[in-house]
T-cell receptor
Framework: EAGVAQSPRYKIIEKRQSVAFWCNPI?????LYWYQQILGQGPKLLIQ????????DSQLPKDRFSAERLKGVDSTLKIQPAKLEDSAVYLC????????????FGSGTQLSVL | GENVEQHPSTLSVQEGDSAVIKCTYS??????FPWYKQELGKGPQLIID?????GEKKDQRIAVTLNKTAKHFSLHITETQPEDSAVYFC?????????FGAGTRLTVKP
């Protein structure tokens, strides 16, 4: 079974530029999560989708971050414009509706904002 | 919302010794407690989990215990090996909301 796929693996941009990350969850997983992991900290939820609907985006900085999952499968997370404090690893995770909370993570995208 | 605290932040043990990592949570309604291992440059990988109706679960050298009354749970790794070196995260889950601890960096010295 293929795992959660993310791209790119690394991205370096200058502040005020825009960036986008892509995630393809495990086949059949209805729930998709985007987490931000700052160095030395645990993952923090940005947004959660169930199929193509948003379940929780309460911690998403909506003035600069946006995410979509138009067809209920893969998803993109965008930052525009980026700030220095956005430097982090962006992790995508997915779970099945029957999984009872069992999350499977991708390898993440490491973003450096200079 | 749920708050998860994890201790210690770093742990160094000799190969073959045991390692214990402890977490506390704030919301007594949380019902699922996974542990993740994260190696450098990789995403967190689920290594063991426990649900609130169980007090202990074991999988080879790894075990997790849960004390619902005290709202804390622990990861136990026995006979540690160098490949156990990684960052370990605990988490607590309630109503589609997964909250993570800050992580423990475990170093196993050969």
């Amino acid at each position: 079974e293929a795992g959660v796929a993310q791209s790119p693996r690394y991205k370096i941009i200058e502040k005020r530029q825009s960036v986008a990350f892509w995630c393809n969850p495990i086949s059949g997983h209805a729930t998709l999560y985007w987490y931000q992991q700052i160095l030395g900290q645990g993952p923090k939820l940005l947004i959660q989708f169930q199929n193509n609907g948003v379940v929780d985006d309460s911690q998403l900085p909506k003035d600069r971050f946006s995410a979509e999952r138009l067809k209920g499968v893969d998803s993109t997370l965008k930052i525009q414009p980026a700030k220095l404090e956005d430097s982090a690893v962006y992790l995508c995770a997915s779970s099945s509706l029957q999984g009872g909370g069992k999350l499977f993570f991708g390898s993440g995208t490491q973003l450096s904002v200079l | 919302g749920e708050n998860v605290e994890q201790h210690p932040s770093t742990l160094s043990v000799q190969e073959g010794d045991s390692a214990v990592i402890k977490c506390t949570y704030s919301d007594s309604a949380s019902n699922y407690f996974p542990w993740y291992k994260q190696e450098l440059g990789k995403g967190p990988q689920l290594i063991i989990d426990i649900r609130s109706n169980v007090g202990e679960k074991k999988d080879q050298r790894i075990a997790v215990t849960l004390n619902k009354t005290a709202k804390h749970f622990s990861l136990h790794i026995t006979e540690t090996q160098p490949e156990d070196s990684a960052v370990y995260f605990c988490a607590a889950f309630l109503n589609n909301d997964m909250r993570f601890g800050a992580g423990t960096r475990l170093t196993v010295k050969p």
